[in-house]
């Protein structure tokens, strides 16, 4: 055959393997959402759980949920992101890197059960804590910062060299370089790094049963700040949607159980789905704002109405 053939031959294959991937997505999406269908409503959304009567909802469980990512974002980016910089900018080329680099990676492959288990000694024994939500988002900060540094170091490695040297060449400090022309070259794929990481937040349960626990109290906005009632207090139970799912699953009493567990499934593929274009939207609106292009663009469209 021709290298001709051989290219269409090979285009083919990978756009039946690629057609392939999205009718699964495709797939899933439709079966969770038609198994969940009316999770959208009210009552459902916002409503109070029940232990023994049908017809409950998943209001704290949601809040939980949501609380949790606002959380631990807030802990394992700027701890991944810092790391990235540091590894990539500041670090010097040896074995002792190398072997930071091998840490990473070793942590990067621990199941969630044992940070789990990690996390139920070191956040809810030894520091007295119990069961907590700042503890859950500890230990997924534990999951989630070996990839998020990984990918935060690549990303600031895969920045071209040329734009550095041109950056300092003007006469820039290395952290103006750093903080006006590398990180937003390297914006699009830190943004994917935390996607993941957010999607690592909304689907864990393992690790968050044995830290943030597997009931939630009556929140009320009303309680004190301290009170276990407050949603806002990060050392309370918080049941998070995944782990009620699997509650529900493995030893759920009420006898909708099934269908509570369905629309909470379909609530988390719209939150991951709309987390992650909220996300794309917000990183590209953020690199048109440093690279200028909205300012090239607004000048273009002023000399064109001139």
């Known amino acids: 055959m021709t290298s001709r053939v051989v290219d269409k031959v090979w285009t083919s294959i990978f756009y039946v393997i690629a057609a392939f991937v999205i009718s699964l997505l495709i797939f899933f999406f439709v079966t969770v959402l038609s198994k969940g269908w009316g999770f959208w409503q009210p009552d459902f959304l916002f409503g109070k759980p029940s232990n023994t009567q049908a017809g409950g909802g998943v209001g704290p469980q949601l809040i939980n949920s949501l609380y949790m990512l606002v959380i631990t974002l807030l802990i394992s980016v700027p701890l991944g992101l810092g790391a990235g910089i540091y590894l990539a900018e500041y670090a010097k080329q040896g074995r002792m890197l190398n072997f930071v680099r091998l840490c990473i990676e070793t942590m990067a492959s621990l199941p969630s059960i044992v940070v789990g288990l990690f996390g139920l000694l070191a956040f809810v024994t030894l520091t007295g804590w119990g069961y907590t939500l ?10 989630n910062l070996p990839g998020l ?5 690549n990303a600031i490695l895969d920045v071209p060299s040329s734009i550095k040297e041109g950056s300092l060449a003007l ?11 590398i990180l937003p070259s ?10 993941l990481a957010a ?3 909304f689907g864990e349960a393992a690790a968050l049963i044995y830290t943030a626990g597997l009931t939630t109290p009556l929140l009320n906005f009303a309680a004190d700040l301290s009170s276990k009632a407050h949603p806002l207090n990060v050392f309370r139970p918080a049941e998070t949607l995944t782990v009620h799912i699997w509650k529900l699953n493995s030893e759920g009493i009420v006898p909708d159980a099934k269908i509570i567990a369905a629309k909470s499934a379909a609530i ?3 939150m991951v789905l709309l987390f992650n274009i909220t996300a794309r939207f ?17 000048k273009k469209k002023m000399s064109n109405v001139a």
């Not at 700042?134 to 999951?143: D, K, N, W």
């Not at 390297?186 to 996607?195: R, S, Y």
């Not at 048109?288 to 663009?297: C, H, K, M, P």
């Open 268 to 270: 988390l593929v719209m």
């Open 171 to 181: 006469g820039a400090t290395r952290w103006q370089t750093l903080m006006k022309v």
């Open 149 to 153: 540094t990984r990918i935060c170091e």
């Open 282 to 298: 917000a990183s590209a609106a953020l690199q048109r704002y440093f690279t200028g292009n909205r300012r090239r663009t607004t």
């Open 186 to 195: 390297a914006l699009p794929q830190i943004m994917t790094g935390v996607i």
């Open 199 to 201: 999607g690592r937040i």
């Open 134 to 143: 700042i503890g859950g988002a500890l230990a997924i900060t534990i999951l």
